[in-house]
């Protein structure tokens, strides 16, 4: 669960944001899109990063942020019940790899309903 203090300018998660933005060389897109990744993964975790973008879009916001999102995130949070998919996923004991895979179809929509 995140707290507060971790987002403080003094915290060292911002100072390691802060340290990523200022030696970043490259797609500035790329970079934004990587820190609003990060803080979707500290409030819902790495699970629904993986059920919201590729693998490939996963690894590559990795390296952006010179992060592993297992290490780096929880896999779910409290904030993950807010998920229709993953609730689906696990609701329905679902194999979690195979529905990122692709191999299952077991929803159609990861949109937050309003609470």
């Known amino acids: 669960m995140i707290t507060v203090d971790e987002l403080r300018p003094e915290s060292i998660r911002c100072k390691k944001l802060l340290n990523v933005i200022r030696s970043y060389s490259g ?28 693998k490939k879009t996963v690894k590559k916001y990795e390296q952006v942020l010179d992060i592993k999102v297992s290490k ?12 229709e998919g993953l609730n689906r996923v696990f609701d329905k004991q679902l194999n979690y790899w195979k529905v ?10 990861l949109q937050m309903p309003l609470e």
Request: hydrophobic share 40%.
């Open 27 to 54: 797609d500035t897109a790329d970079l934004s899109n990587a820190i609003g990744f990060h803080f979707i993964g500290l409030f819902f975790g790495w699970r629904y990063l993986y059920m919201i973008h590729g």
């Open 72 to 83: 780096e995130f929880d896999p779910i949070s409290t904030e993950s019940c807010r998920s």
């Open 100 to 109: 990122v895979s692709g191999d299952i179809k077991a929803f159609h929509s």
